[in-house]
């Protein structure tokens, strides 16, 4: 398989030593990778525009202007596929990578061993987001990327899934769950959550980015919190 890999960082010392890794990286595991460097957020974003393809972003986060976080917000508007990988000489952006769901944080000097473990971890989500949801309704079939599924309800016969698109068709909720990878939880007898959109978790409901909540039963607030941290 082919990996689209873009590398955005200031200083251009770095930025070749990170693509020397990455070569590295794509030889040992024997998989091709393409690679394409950008000096700043504002060059990635003007070639981004025409050119929406790439599986992995390694992304400075000091940059003079638009910096990595800011780059990283406007990307996550339209595109929660590619993995975005934090690199910074600080330790004071861990929450805002949480924000906009970087994989990972890693600290200069970058370490070979570190960066080969996130890029392997890269590709396994990856190969994830390529799983999909297929149904058959009156109208025809539909495929939604499980990625894309923010959570599932249940009303009397009929399951909706939240989606980029809100799909409707009539099964039940325990036929659907086992479509599902692990990434889902089912929070009860009308929910089942994803928990990549999870943002906070309480004893009465887990909230989901956007605001949207899903109400929790009594007992389901521990066993969803487990699953959220070991998942993640």
Same mark, same amino acid.
Not at 104 to 111: E, R
Not at 158 to 174: C, D, G, N, P
């Given at each position: 398989m082919e990996y689209r890999i873009a590398v955005c960082d200031d200083n251009p010392t770095d930025s070749e030593y990170i693509v020397s890794l990455v070569k590295l990286w794509a030889e040992t595991t024997n998989i091709t990778v393409f690679t394409d460097c950008f000096s700043c957020a504002e060059n990635f974003l003007f070639?981004?525009?025409d050119n929406k393809y790439y599986d992995i972003l390694l992304l400075d986060i000091e940059m003079e202007q638009m910096n990595g976080v800011e780059l990283a917000k406007k990307i996550r508007q339209t595109n929660r596929e590619i993995q975005i990988v934090f690199i910074t000489g600080y330790n004071d952006y861990i929450a805002d990578g949480y924000d906009v769901e970087?994989?990972? *944080?890693?600290?200069?000097?970058?370490?070979?061993?570190?960066?080969?473990?996130?890029?392997d971890r890269a590709r396994e989500k990856l190969k994830k987001n390529e799983a999909a949801l297929f149904l058959n309704l009156p109208d025809g079939m539909v495929r939604i990327p499980l990625y894309?599924?923010?959570?599932?309800?249940?009303?009397?016969? *009929?399951?909706?899934?939240?989606?980029?698109?809100?799909?409707?068709?009539?099964?039940?909720?325990?036929?659907?769950?086992?479509?599902?990878?692990?990434s889902f939880f089912r929070?009860?007898?009308? *929910?089942?959550?994803?928990?990549r959109y999870i943002r906070k978790i309480t004893k009465t409901e887990a909230v989901l980015e956007g605001g949207c909540s899903i109400p929790l039963p009594r007992g389901c607030y521990e066993p969803l919190n487990r699953a959220f941290i070991q998942y993640f």
């Open positions: 070639h981004y525009e970087a994989l990972h *944080y890693i600290l200069k000097p970058v370490h070979k061993e570190k960066l080969f473990s996130v890029l894309e599924i923010r959570f599932i309800e249940v009303r009397s016969n *009929y399951i909706t899934i939240h989606a980029s698109e809100e799909v409707t068709a009539k099964m039940t909720l325990s036929a659907l769950q086992k479509k599902l990878d692990e929070t009860g007898r009308s *929910y089942i959550v994803n928990m």
